[in-house]
């Protein structure tokens, strides 16, 4: 290739490298100092002509301002992204995109418009794979609720609070009340947000449905905090321990159960041992939360529960209660 074009190929390189993805923006003056360290000779006239030719073909947004003109990739354009995503790529984003709107800050999603603009355009120039979304759908394990409206203003609030170790005053549920509470980290679950937090003056860690959140406002005030998330989820809390030693769970299972756990593994300590050609024995090791008094109430139809005997004495009054009553406790153990 002439030196010449190289050169010119180098320099187009470097402007596209450079420019941000509005609301950002550089100047016309801001790129071509930029473009010196690149190519020493540019002159700004011909930086100008090429950004005018660029707008054309990469979709650049510019406008006035008293430096010159202001030059930005739309928020929403593919060609913001080099090198191209591949089609596999894009499959894996848009099976991404169905979950993340709910979950993220908005101005974060936002950020994404573009990757998932160009994995549409991808997908839909392929014959093998624009009808993709018929042929690849996630299912649930059982009843598919349709996420919860959240007001995306909390939702910022909340992730904004978190990132900058920031106190937040909420308002939360029915109550009137003004709470001050020190937001520690977010779970996703079925389809919900959980807010991971402590209240002002409390040392107890504290589960909030953020969709029940009424009112959200940071304060200017910080906080510091050794919280690990990760242990707090590896040790079930979110599940709400109902005993802070882990049981030994005995139960006999056929059916659906034994299938199940023939395939997968609650944890690293099951065991599995073959009884008849219908039924096995498991043992195993887990922390004992409402959640899992919840699965094996709605098993019991094929499992024979063995022990512990303060499990077999809980599961046994929840079977005697109105199953509302059951379905309340519940949740109001799980969420404050």
């Excluded at 430096?67 to 593919?78: H, L, N, R, V």
């Amino acid at each position: 290739m002439p030196a010449r074009k190289v050169k010119s190929l180098t320099r187009t390189l470097g402007m596209l490298k450079c420019i941000p993805i509005a609301p950002k923006f550089l100047t016309t003056f801001q790129i071509h100092e930029h473009l010196l360290t690149v190519d020493p000779d540019v002159s700004l006239r011909t930086v100008q002509r090429d950004l005018m030719e660029l707008s054309a073909i990469m979709g650049l947004t510019f406008g006035e301002s008293p430096e010159g003109y202001k030059w930005s990739f739309a928020f929403d354009s593919p060609n913001q992204f080099i090198p191209a995503i591949s089609r596999e790529e894009a499959l894996s984003l848009k099976l991404v995109q169905e979950h993340l709107k709910l979950f993220l800050p908005s101005h974060v999603y936002e950020r994404l418009t573009a990757l998932f603009k160009k994995s549409d355009d991808i997908l839909s120039k392929s014959s093998n794979s624009k009808d993709w979304s018929n042929l690849v759908r996630p299912m649930p394990q059982a009843l598919q609720f349709k996420p919860v409206d959240i007001n995306q203003k909390y939702i910022d609030t909340i992730y904004n609070a978190l990132i900058n170790k920031q106190w937040v005053t909420l308002k939360y549920a029915n109550k009137d009340k003004v709470y001050k509470v020190k937001p520690l980290g977010v779970i996703i679950r079925d389809a919900k947000l959980v807010l991971v937090c402590q209240y002002q003056g409390f040392d107890d860690v504290r589960n909030l449905l953020v969709h029940r959140i009424k009112s959200a406002e940071i304060l200017n005030q910080t906080f510091q905090s050794d919280f690990s998330l990760k242990e707090y989820i590896t040790k079930q809390a979110a599940a709400v321990l109902l005993n802070q030693e882990n049981i030994e769970l005995t139960f006999e299972a056929k059916g659906y159960v034994k299938h199940l756990l023939n395939e997968s593994e609650i944890n690293e300590t099951q065991v599995v041992t073959p009884l008849s050609k219908d039924w096995v024995s498991i043992k195993v090791s887990v922390p004992h939360t409402v959640e899992l008094e919840n699965w094996l109430l709605s098993q019991l139809h094929e499992i024979r529960l063995l022990g512990p005997e303060p499990l077999k004495k809980e599961c046994s009054i929840k079977l005697k209660q109105p199953r509302k009553s059951i379905i309340i406790s519940a949740i109001e153990k799980c969420y404050s």
